[in-house]
Structure formats: C-alpha cells, structure tokens
C-alpha cells in the first residue's frame, strides 16, 4: 500500500495536516512498508466502547461522523496507522476546547470559583486513536 492517495508526503500533509517529520515517499517505503499497523477489529471494538452521545471535539466530529466517514473504518486504518509511522499527530487534531462547569445550581454558589470545574473536550479522533 502506498501513501494515501499514492500522493507521497506532499499529499499527506495536505490531506492530514502532518508535516515537518516527513522526509518524502521513501520514509513510508522504509518505516511503514505498506502493511496497515492499526487494523479493522481494533477500531471496531474501541468505538464501540466510545459513547455515542458525547460532544465533539474542536475538529466538529462525533463518533457518528466518525462511522459515517468511514463505515469499514479504512480512512482511520489509513490515518492511524500514518500517525504512528510518522511518529506526528497534527496539532489540529491536539486541540481541545475547555469548558468550566458549575458544581452546583444554587445561584449563591455560582459566585464561588470553588463551585466550578473545568471539563476539557477533545478531538474524537484523537480519542479513539488514544484507546488503540
């Protein structure tokens, strides 16, 4: 198997966002060596522990999107197995969004900042890359 799309590590970037530690076509023919390092059943099994309800990521993506995308799950083969040949996840996919959270919904304990948590919502991607 080549590079997504056979576009080498120009195309790469462009379709993922990974860039810097790519040094051309030849870094996958030595490292990857066209063989997928994350397969099916591992995503299979992983998104199906994954809550459907949860919220998106900055990237705007559930795990509903994700099974939409890709029903056999081949573009996450593809792209997982990239990150971890690449030894690079694009900072797009890094971000997160904080949101705090009061502990409480007693209007006299929204004053205090002790009454308040942060929750940190992250890319479903990276999520479900983490789990494998």
């Not at 099916?40 to 994700?66: C, F, H, W, Y």
């Not at 997160?96 to 900042?113: E, Y």
């Amino acid at each position: 198997m080549q590079c997504p799309a056979g576009q080498g590590a120009k195309g790469v970037q462009a379709e993922t966002g990974i860039a810097r530690n790519i040094q051309g076509p030849t870094y996958f023919q030595n490292h990857w060596m066209g063989r997928q390092l994350i397969m099916e059943t591992e995503i299979s099994k992983n998104i199906k522990e994954m809550s459907q309800n949860a919220a998106p990521g900055p990237d705007g993506l559930s795990v509903r999107d994700l099974i939409k995308i890709s029903p056999h799950y081949t573009k996450l083969m593809e792209l997982f197995s990239l990150w971890l040949a690449s030894g690079t996840i694009p900072d797009m996919v890094r971000e997160c969004n904080t949101v705090l959270t009061s502990k409480s919904a007693l209007p006299g304990h929204q004053n205090d900042i002790n009454n308040w948590q942060p929750i940190a919502i992250g890319s479903t991607t990276l999520k479900l890359f983490s789990r494998i």
